[in-house]
């Protein structure tokens, strides 16, 4: 498939926003920590969620999907801890069933290149804070193995604040004898959403939305399945507020978190796009040129990395220049070459780029590289003259619930076209 798009806006209407994909991934992970039945709503229809479903299903945990956003999980206990490696090799969220399964069952085996580097997205803060609770990994060449009989709480000082370790350590400490604290936390919205389950299922965590996590173990078997509604997806979120911006308009972001995407909604401010929140979300209006920031990623509550292909396609056609820095990932500036494609004119200096905004961009043939970068390109496409074709769409499929239809549905000329034709 390839999703075409053409010169669109001004945009107008209202659309809802689906559940965080970074958070219902790891809340299906959390359902390894006790058996019953799972209840969880708001699911978002992505490719990622039939994925993680199957790598629980080779675990024994069965999942079943009433209706498209909605997903009932059984846990009977009959847990197998292996999880293959040609599904771990798809979500980097299956990492997220090392911390419940060494915590429920003791060992774990997840199959993933190993040695000392874990490629380009490492592990080490997870596996040095499961060893200070007393696991014992074996790091082989296709695969992590770990044991521990009974985890023990810790003083964890992680030394950047990973969302990945922090979800692990946190889904490992439940369990755990005593009581772990976590320093230096992650404090992403998603974490919250899972402390918010980890809660209902009788986990006892306080400090949540800080950075100092302090979890109390319970007793092996106490924890209890839980039903939970999935957070809104802030990354969705800023992506149709970034359309509005990139093309104009006035469209209501319904279910939209204005409190997750403070820093970014107040660096769109700066840009010229009016946000307001509204008692269900948050309405966003712009009818002139953008203006120029520089930004640089950083962790919550800073701009996530996730949001950084969305701002550099619009500064792309804003006035002025801005220069563009990433902090978590050197490498994330993939996309670049398709903006440029596209008649952006964006120049790559190590973990900065600047983008020098232009009047117009051009419709062209382009490739998504990821999921984040690949939504960006749609965006993008919306201010483009011409038509602008974006291939690679199972990137985006796998953290975008209906782009398309949602673009449309505000007035974009947006659709989906089978690569062949
Ligand atoms: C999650 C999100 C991803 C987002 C990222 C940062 C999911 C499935 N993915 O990824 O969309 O871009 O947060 O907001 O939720 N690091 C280490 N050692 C570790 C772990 C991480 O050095 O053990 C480094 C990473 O290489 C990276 C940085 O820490 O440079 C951030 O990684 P982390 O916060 O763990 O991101 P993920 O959980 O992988």
């Known amino acids: 498939m390839r999703i075409v798009v053409e010169r669109s806006g001004p945009l107008a209407g209202t659309v809802e926003v689906p559940g965080a994909k970074n958070s219902v991934l790891k809340l299906m992970a959390a359902t390894l920590l006790a058996e019953g039945e799972y209840r969880l709503t708001n699911v978002p229809d992505i490719t990622d969620v039939p994925v993680m479903c199957e790598l629980l299903g080779a675990m024994g945990v069965r999942c079943e999907r009433p209706s498209p956003h909605e997903l009932v999980i059984r846990n009977s206990g009959d847990v197998t801890p292996v999880a293959p490696f040609h599904l771990v090799d798809r979500i980097r969220a299956s990492v997220n069933v090392l911390g419940p399964l060494l915590a429920r069952l003791g060992r774990a085996q997840i199959g993933m290149p190993g040695g000392d580097d874990f490629g380009s997205r490492p592990i080490d803060l997870h596996v040095a804070g499961l060893s200070a609770m007393g696991a014992q990994f074996a790091l082989g060449p296709e695969d992590v193995r770990a044991v521990a009989p009974r985890l023990r709480g810790a003083e964890i000082l992680l030394r950047f604040p990973s969302v990945g370790a922090t ?4 889904t490992a400490a439940v369990l755990a004898r005593g009581t772990t604290v976590i320093d230096n936390a992650a404090r992403e919205p998603e974490i919250g959403d899972l402390c918010a389950m980890l809660a209902s299922m009788g986990a006892s965590i306080e400090g949540v939305g800080t950075d100092r996590l302090v979890v109390t173990g319970a007793e092996p078997g106490s924890l209890r399945a839980a039903d939970h509604e999935v957070v ?39 840009m010229g796009v009016a946000i307001e929140p509204t008692g269900g979300g948050l309405r966003a209006s712009c009818g002139q040129r953008l203006r120029s920031i520089d930004f640089a990623t950083l962790p919550y509550p800073g701009i ?118």
């Open 232 to 270: 809104a997806d802030r990354v969705q979120a800023a992506t149709y507020v970034a359309a509005v911006a990139t093309c104009g308009g006035d469209v209501e972001v319904r279910g939209a978190r204005p409190e997750h995407m403070e820093m970014l909604l107040n660096r769109f401010a700066e």
């Open 167 to 170: 979800e692990n350590l946190l």
């Open 304 to 421: 996530a990395t996730d949001y950084k292909p969305l701002l550099v396609g619009m500064l792309a056609v804003a006035d002025g220049t801005g220069i563009a820095t990433e902090n978590l990932y050197p490498g994330r500036f993939r996309y670049v070459d398709e903006l440029a494609k596209m008649g952006a004119d964006v120049r790559i200096d190590g973990h900065h780029a600047v983008v020098r905004g232009v009047e117009r961009l051009c419709g062209a043939e382009v490739s998504a590289p990821d999921i984040r970068a690949g939504a960006a390109l749609v965006v993008a496409g919306l201010a483009a003259e011409g038509r602008t074709s974006i291939d690679q769409v199972h990137h985006i499929d796998r953290g975008y619930d209906d782009l398309v239809g949602r673009l449309r549905a505000i007035g974009a000329s947006v659709s989906r076209e089978p690569t062949d034709r």
